[in-house]
């Protein structure tokens, strides 16, 4: 929780693109999310780095954070995140310098170490398909060192990006992230949304291993949380189905688009894959406000999160900006606020 006492509440979105959709139309309900989002209070919204997915829009994340950021006007915008490795530092910190000049005071660098993609996917890419993640440590460092002000005599400058301080965070599912992000003094977001597995572990270690910086005085960590909201349970069940069948595909080494809800899961799954999908969607929360609620609290609870990052993959748009405008009302309750309108991110 901030130092406020309050629990900021923010947004991921990959611009999904659904069965019988198109990209144009993903992209056009990316930007009105935000824009809902933005009126309900939310802190951020963030954009994903995936590749070769055909049922993700959001692969040049820092074009469309651009997008985002210029259809709005008080919402922070930003990677959640980019797969460093995939890029050299200089160009990261010449595309978020450029983002953070136009619009100050608003942008986020999220930071990922996994390729976000398949093996041929890294290929074309131009990364080593048989890298460690070892090197990411430097890269990280290298990058924050192209946002800093500018040392005399650097031979190599981020023009624009020297001097603009974008804030950094780690992002990760697993305690290598998380010891980093204590290490450097940077705020971390745990991939809670998709890989639950690791999470007490690596907040635990995160806030028993983290130092002060320059950046971050104390430990501030995020989780990423998958939430469908809906009028009643039985109508959230329904649509969840929609991110188990995304997650079902996935599993199966296929293409995936959104796909629309189903009444029943029953003759789609095996026994096996139901439970390799459950264990990732493991810390959903689906239901009416209340049962959204009496979650949401008990997981707060217990993680003592500083922020909550949703995810909402539902089919129909209508239904998505429903279920977030749901969680706004009750994020207020939980905060014992009626507006957020001064409810703003200092991190």
């Known amino acids: 929780m901030t130092a406020d006492g309050r629990t900021r509440f923010s947004v991921l979105d990959l611009a999904p693109v659904k069965k019988n959709g198109t990209i144009a139309e993903s992209f056009s309900n990316t930007l009105d999310l935000a824009r809902h989002c933005e009126r309900w209070g939310y802190t951020r919204f963030w954009l994903a780095e995936h590749h070769n997915m055909a049922g993700i829009a959001s692969a040049a994340t820092s074009v469309l954070i651009g997008y985002v950021a210029g259809g709005t006007s008080a919402i922070r915008v930003g990677s959640g995140g980019v797969m460093l490795p995939n890029h050299a530092p200089l160009v990261i910190a010449e595309q978020f310098g450029t983002l953070e000049t136009l619009y100050p005071g608003r942008i986020d660098l999220g930071l990922g170490r996994a390729p976000g993609t398949d093996g041929a996917a890294i290929r074309a890419l131009r990364r080593d398909p048989n890298t460690t993640g070892l090197e990411f440590p430097d890269q990280v460092a290298e990058l924050l060192s192209y946002l800093a002000p500018a040392r005399a005599g650097q031979i190599v400058r981020a023009v624009p990006g020297a001097g603009t301080n974008v804030p950094v965070w780690l992002l ?45 005085e104390k430990p501030y960590v995020m989780i990423g949380l998958p939430i469908i909201a809906a009028a009643t349970d039985e109508e959230a069940q329904f649509l969840a189905t929609t991110p188990a069948l995304k997650f079902l595909q ?60 949703i995810n909402s993959d539902t089919y129909d748009h ?7 405008e749901l969680v706004s009302e009750i994020m207020k309750r939980i905060n014992g606020v009626t507006e957020f309108s001064e409810f703003r991110a200092d991190c």
Do not use: C, N
């Open 172 to 216: 990760g599912s697993s305690t290598f992230s998380a010891q980093l992000a204590a290490f450097l003094g940077l705020p971390f977001a745990f991939a809670g949304h998709f890989a639950p597995q690791e999470m007490r572990q690596a907040i635990a270690l995160y806030r028993e291993q983290f130092r002060s910086s320059e950046r971050l």
């Open 250 to 309: 996935l599993i199966r080494g296929e293409p995936f688009l959104l796909s629309p809800p189903v009444e029943s899961m029953d003759g789609i799954w095996t026994a096996d894959e139901r439970f390799l999908v459950s264990a990732k969607l493991a810390l959903s929360i689906v239901g009416a406000p209340d049962t959204v609620a009496r979650g949401l609290t008990a997981f707060l609870e217990e993680t003592k999160a500083d922020e909550i990052m």
């Open 318 to 324: 209508a239904h998505r900006l429903r279920s977030y």
